[in-house]
């Protein structure tokens, strides 16, 4: 596997609590990625970042926000978290355009 | 728009038997496409990428592009093959599109 790891591997949390997951990778790659993934849905992007502070938003990153102060973390951040946020989420790398992603091996997330 | 379509909710083979799984997609240009594999509560992992015209584990992949389809395809299913595939395809930019997936259950 790629060195990428999340933390925490699995959490639970409450309707309105503030959430962040992190992604740290050690393979100096340029561009990083989170995902949700939900049954029926697959995988659908929510951000992704191609430099340091340099961040742009997927398909649904209402409720979401990102940073990415240093190359080998990208942080997500639930600001309120929501039950309709109860997923599996993925942070993945890349080298660049066109390239192969690479997965972490994801977090669960429960919103009672 | 750009779409990735795999048709195939779950899919159930039998050992020995053939496997085909589907992914369409719609794009004008010329894409990367990739299929991806998720065994039970694992990461997803890369199977194979069009480019590379590689055989992995018994499988390929050939781009129709008239039929804009990139199925996958093994010809003896194998019990670990039970997974959740993925199709995906890159756009021309750093992104990736996947599709909704399918679950393939080999019957033993």
């Known amino acids: 596997d790629a060195g990428i790891t999340q933390s925490p591997r699995h959490k639970v949390t409450e309707t309105g609590t503030p959430v962040t997951l992190r992604c740290h990778q050690t393979e100096n790659h340029r561009y990083m990625y989170w995902y949700r993934q939900d049954p029926g849905h697959g995988l659908r992007l929510i951000h992704y970042s191609y430099g340091v502070k340099d961040t742009d938003k997927g398909e649904v990153s209402d409720g979401y926000s990102v940073s990415r102060s240093k190359t080998e973390d990208f942080l997500l951040t639930l600001e309120s978290a929501t039950s309709s946020q109860t997923s599996v989420y993925f942070c993945?790398?890349?080298?660049?355009?066109?390239?192969?992603?690479?997965f972490g091996p994801g977090t669960r997330l429960l919103v009672l | 728009a750009q779409r990735v379509t795999q048709p195939e909710k779950l899919l159930s083979v039998f050992k020995g038997a053939p496997v085909e799984l589907k992914c369409n997609y719609s794009?004008?240009?010329?894409?990367?496409l990739f299929w991806y594999v998720q065994y039970s509560r694992q990461r997803l992992q890369l199977l194979l990428r069009h480019i590379s015209r590689e055989s992995i584990k018994g499988f390929t992949a050939d781009l129709n592009k008239g039929e804009t389809s990139f199925h996958l395809k093994k010809p003896f299913a194998q019990e670990e093959d039970s997974a959740m595939y993925y199709c995906a395809l890159n756009f021309g930019n750093e992104k990736l599109t996947f599709g909704t997936g399918t679950r393939l259950t080999i019957i033993p």
């Open positions: 794009y004008s240009g010329s894409p990367e």
């Open positions: 993945a790398i890349s080298g660049g355009q066109g390239k192969t992603q690479y």
